[in-house]
């Protein structure tokens, strides 16, 4: 491990997963009783919802990470390069500052930056472009449609 520097994160909970979002990602926190249904789509993204006239893919991380959450029916917001993009969590921790000594190593998932040990806690630092690149696969890739449904429709 090597001693850097981290300014500030937000740290979530999902399940008895720690992770950290930089303040520049991370906008709110939504309260998602139910998003709309999207058919046929890829078990990580659990539909849409509309905040503030935006229209905001919600997706399941822990499916992703292989973790169980406990539901809370929140999610985290984030936005990249203009995206909004939001994933349930089970709790906001809280935003911590002054992580100049904290430690902190490359992570070898590339979902993840780095890995952070904070007072006990491993806190795993998400990459946001990685993670909107794999769930864009993910769903790209799922959404290909069996060759049953490609077929022509008969003709009237």
């Not at 995206?83 to 590339?110: C, H, K, Y």
Request: hydrophobic share 45%; glycine share 6%; with cysteine.
């Amino acid at each position: 491990m090597i001693n850097t520097t981290v300014d500030k994160i937000w740290v979530l909970r999902l399940g008895n997963t720690f992770l950290g979002v930089e303040p520049k990602t991370f906008k709110e926190v939504l309260e998602v009783t139910q998003p709309a249904p999207v058919p046929l789509a890829p078990p990580p993204l659990l539909g849409l919802l509309s905040n503030q006239g935006q229209i905001v893919s919600v997706f399941d991380l822990s499916h992703i990470l292989q973790i169980t959450p406990a539901g809370s029916g929140i999610a985290a917001l984030l936005e990249f390069e203009g995206q909004p993009l939001a994933f349930m969590i089970d709790e906001v921790v809280g935003l911590r500052t002054n992580l100049s000594g904290a430690w902190i190593a490359p992570s070898p998932n590339p979902l993840f930056s780095a890995v952070l040990d904070e007072d006990g806690k491993t806190v795993q630092i998400l990459e946001v472009r990685n993670l909107f690149a794999q769930l864009c696969v993910q769903i790209s890739s799922q959404a290909q449609a069996p060759d049953t449904l490609n077929r022509p429709l008969p003709q009237a």
